[in-house]
């Protein structure tokens, strides 16, 4: 009977003990998991699609404008705030102007006059090398 709360007392601190080593260890593991860093972008690497080429000058026909923010390794950055410069003579709709988890945004754009446009493309504050060029016709 004596041995009996020796054993519980016993069993209580090697539970006690696994508990304590293995809590810290998955504290470790999931704090040095849980970094996370600011991914930059390269003005190099992302480009932008169009697509049609042209579209009527009649404020109804769109051309969706699609820019993929990408980093030095290719890879997609989520979470950058992609802006078209602005033209009076152009409808420019936003709809999604915050780069997704492949770095895509895309916009619609329309007009009522006819005419060929080149728009800046910026990525938080940094412009893109390549230009968009919209013919509406």
Known sequence: MKKLPFFLLLFIVILLAFVIFFGLYEVKFFSSRATIKSVSFSVDNSYVFITPLR???????KIRVTVFV??????GVMGKKVFLDQDEALNIEEIQALTDNFGKSYFD???S?????????????SELKQKTHLSFY
């Open 55 to 61: 579209a009527r000058a009649n404020g109804q026909e």
């Open 70 to 75: 990408l980093d030095d390794k290719g890879l």
């Open 109 to 111: 754009v329309t007009s």
């Open 113 to 125: 006059k006819t005419g060929e446009y080149y728009l800046k493309v910026l990525v938080d504050d």
